[in-house]
């Protein structure tokens, strides 16, 4: 039983198979550790400096109004005033109250929400005059340690209560007379906690890890809830404070009560501000292990998958199969004599894959003899139904057309005579010429408009036309005669309701498709007509102008010429009311090459 040839080929494959896949397991387990490290590290990272990229635009935005308020008009008159002792009190005012209407403007204009205010010595703030700033811990560090980026906290000196009553950051400055470059006080530009504090909040690494914006010193800048969290911070920082100058962000790893942790940072360049990401390792790093589980159990599941296969396959299984399978490839490109080649000598009698490979020959032989009849019939139809379109032109348009040529000549209208006769003789010639089914849009267009010259000449002010096309859209090849119809109907139904006939035709290029559109303000269609003729449309079969029962003879030969040609890429749109016109896009994939004559 060792030897049969299930056997063998049974443990040849299992052996090939255990330790491939053992190897791979171990060395993708490997691989997909690394890149998925590197790649949450990378994802970290790049949330981080995304949040700085947030906090150093606000920052720079800020800076920005601040040198702006300190350089304005509004604000250097007040700061002359305020330098000047031989100023008058109403003239004091006045500024202040000038000063307070332009910072309360700057602010409504805001959508972040930022205010402005002023400190002096002798005045206080500028919206409560109160002088007890100076023992705030925000004036404090300004003056001492000259920190111009503030910490949250609650300012009182504000425009209403709602902005007293909320935390803000702030950035402080100077406020100097720049003609005499002495300072009359500070302008501080404060905007709100919130902004920074919502968009941190969101950041979050594992399940318990944690990203803070902290001072040089360890405090919070934002007022973020550090309980818990402190002395790993604190670590973190003395580490930092080790870093090069010249490395504004990166990740590092130290190890806090027996815990490995991953620490993010990122400096601002504005302040003396570090942005903190702490997580533990084993939470940030839970889907490597996942991943290395997930490949070990893949890898067992398939060796046991590979031993079944193993065992089931023999050469007098797999040889017939695998010539099905190359016979099939070639029926899909619709190679049948190859796909027969392939079969030959592959039939095992008395088995079952010898009848599958038996019943797919007869099968293929069968397939090849139903397409090839089906397409010779499609041939004669399509040849049928162009011929057919050929002979519609009505014989009374001729005779309509003579009458007006006569009528013209009695009215010594010789140059109008000569355009109605060119435009009939070109007429007649394109109609003539069978020597191909495609034309260029633009030669189909010429003819409609050689037809709705005549049809103008006829009708006069009665009828309004309208051809609209340009170069692109004139080159492509199409299906000769499909316009035709369509305009022959729109000028004859636009024609029987009062009033001016209006018929549009337009042309124009749409990615890879050329887009045809017939319009009128003639009688319409009935819904029920127009759902016909739409489901038409999209039906994959050909729509034979025999079987239409004297109803929309024209639109439907358009529609079958249409499928056979452009097969299931075609598109028709029809909108059309009783009363209230009609119009029909065709959509047709652009033809690529010169058409076969």
Not at 41 to 46: D, K, Y
Not at 84 to 100: C, G, P, W
Not at 511 to 516: I, K, Q, S, T
Request: aromatic share 8%.
């Amino acid at each position: 039983m060792f030897f049969s040839l299930r056997s063998r080929l049974m443990t040849a494959f299992s052996i090939l198979m255990i330790v491939p896949f053992t190897l791979l397991a171990f060395t993708l387990s490997e691989q997909a550790e690394e890149i998925i490290q590197a790649s949450v590290e990378s994802s970290a990272a790049q949330t981080i400096d995304q949040f700085a990229s947030h906090a150093v635009t606000l920052m720079t935005q800020v800076e920005d109004i601040g040198s702006q308020v300190m350089s304005s008009r509004t604000a250097q008159a007040w700061a002359a005033l305020e330098l000047d002792r031989d100023r008058s009190t109403a003239e004091a005012v006045l500024a202040k109250q000038a000063l307070r209407e332009y910072m309360s403007s700057y602010a409504l204009n805001n959508s972040n929400g930022i205010s402005i205010t002023t400190y002096t010595e002798s005045a206080g703030g500028m919206w409560t005059q109160d002088r007890t700033y100076r023992n705030s811990e925000w004036y404090r560090r300004y003056q001492t340690d000259n920190l111009q980026w503030t910490a949250a906290h609650r300012d009182n000196d504000q425009g209403d209560l709602t902005l007293r009553n909320r935390e803000v950051n702030s950035f402080v400055l100077p406020l100097v007379h720049l003609q005499s470059l002495r300072a009359a006080g500070i302008v501080k530009i404060n905007y709100p906690t919130i902004l920074l504090r919502s968009a941190i909040s969101k950041i979050q690494f594992g399940e318990t890890g944690k990203v803070f914006l902290l001072t040089g010193d360890g405090g919070s800048v934002l007022n973020q809830d550090l309980s818990g969290h402190t002395e790993l911070l604190r670590e973190a920082l003395s580490k930092l404070n080790g870093t090069p100058a010249g490395q504004p962000g990166g990740v590092f790893s130290i190890e806090h009560e027996g815990v490995a942790y991953s620490i993010f940072f990122r400096k601002l360049p504005q302040a003396d501000w570090t942005i903190v990401g702490e997580v533990p390792e084993e939470e940030l790093y839970a889907q490597i292990k996942r991943t290395r589980r997930t490949i070990l159990l893949v890898t067992l599941l398939l060796l046991v998958v590979a031993g079944s296969a193993a065992y089931r396959l023999s050469a007098g299984v797999t040889q017939p199969l695998s010539a099905m399978a190359r016979a099939m490839k070639h029926v899909k490109l619709g190679e049948f004599a190859a796909a027969l080649g392939q079969m030959q000598g592959q039939k095992t009698s008395g088995s079952e894959v010898g009848y599958v490979a038996g019943e797919f020959e007869r099968m293929t032989h069968r397939l090849q003899y139903l397409i090839e009849t089906e397409y010779e019939t499609n041939l004669r139809r399509k040849s049928a139904e162009y011929k057919a379109l050929l002979l519609q032109i009505n014989p009374h348009f001729y005779n309509n057309t003579l009458e007006i040529i006569s009528g013209l000549a009695a009215m010594k209208r010789e140059d109008l005579v000569m355009d109605a006769a060119e435009a009939l003789g070109k007429m007649m010639r394109y109609s003539l010429n069978l020597n191909s089914d495609l034309v260029r849009a633009g030669q189909e267009l010429d003819y409609i408009r050689d037809y709705l010259l005549i049809q103008q000449l006829r009708h006069g002010d009665r009828l309004k036309l309208a051809v609209r096309d340009d170069g692109p859209s004139r080159q492509p090849y199409i299906a000769k005669f499909i316009l035709q119809p369509l305009v022959e109907n729109a000028v004859k139904y636009s024609l029987e309701k009062d009033g001016i006939a209006e018929v549009e035709i337009s042309a124009v290029i749409s990615g890879e498709h050329l887009v045809l559109s017939v319009r009128d303000n003639g009688i319409g269609m009935k819904t029920e007509l127009v759902r016909e003729l739409q489901a038409e449309g999209e039906s994959g079969d050909s729509v034979t102008i025999l079987d239409s029962e004297g109803h929309s003879i024209g639109l439907r030969n358009v529609i079958s010429r249409c499928r056979l040609q452009y097969g299931q890429a075609f598109r028709l749109t029809l909108q059309s009311a009783p009363g209230e016109g009609t119009e029909i896009v065709l959509n047709l994939p652009i033809l690529r090459g010169e058409p076969h004559v």
